[in-house]
């Protein structure tokens, strides 16, 4: 805009190559001549202080990255909120500036079996294409096997990364109850 008036340029000539306002290129214009190149930066724009403080923010980022809540296995915006005592906006705001996801997980295992690739079309084949009148079920865990821990430790949330973990645990096999029924024997 400055250029184009110093080419001698009226405002409104300025404005429809520009496709701006005539008013923007006279407010520039103004700016340039009473200040110069200083003049084109932008100003400081009175508005709302800030309310939330660098150590507040600080302490919702650590909070979200190395703990979680006492009665769920991950933070929401309003548990965060009512924790930290802000506003749930604010803490949507903080955790979209800083990539911060806490209800996204990613599981990660690379199978070691070398036979993996044959089962796993095998499987996908029984899902895709299943024979005729049977019935195809899935099985998460194996009974009397009580999953205890993950083989991998969880890596942990960093902002823009969500938390990762394994899908496989190290069990242990539970004894089968050898006791037999105390009830009185049907008659």
């Not at 599981?107 to 070691?112: E, G, M, P």
């Not at 009397?144 to 096999?173: N, W």
Request: aromatic share 6%.
């Amino acid at each position: 805009m400055v250029l184009l008036c110093a080419e001698g340029l009226q405002s409104k000539e300025v404005a429809e190559r520009l496709g701006v306002h005539e008013h923007t290129v006279g407010k520039w214009r103004r700016r340039f001549v009473q200040n110069g190149i200083e003049g084109l930066t932008d100003e400081y724009r009175e508005g709302r202080p800030r309310t939330v403080s660098d150590m507040q923010v600080a302490q919702v980022i650590e909070c979200t990255v190395n703990s979680t809540p006492k009665d769920a296995t991950r933070w929401s915006i309003r548990s965060m909120a009512s924790a930290t005592g802000l506003s749930h906006t604010t803490i949507r705001r903080i955790w979209a500036a800083f990539g911060l996801q806490p209800h996204r997980s990613e599981t990660f295992k690379l199978s070691a079996d070398p036979l993996f690739v044959d089962k796993m079309q095998d499987i996908v084949g029984l899902y895709m294409s299943p024979p005729t009148r049977a019935v195809v079920l899935c099985v998460d865990e194996k009974s009397q096997i009580q999953a205890l821990d993950r083989e991998q430790p969880v890596l942990p949330m960093v902002p823009g990364v969500p938390e990762r973990r394994t899908h496989t645990y190290i069990v242990t096999v539970r004894p089968r109850c050898s006791r037999r029924s105390t009830l009185p024997p049907a008659r």
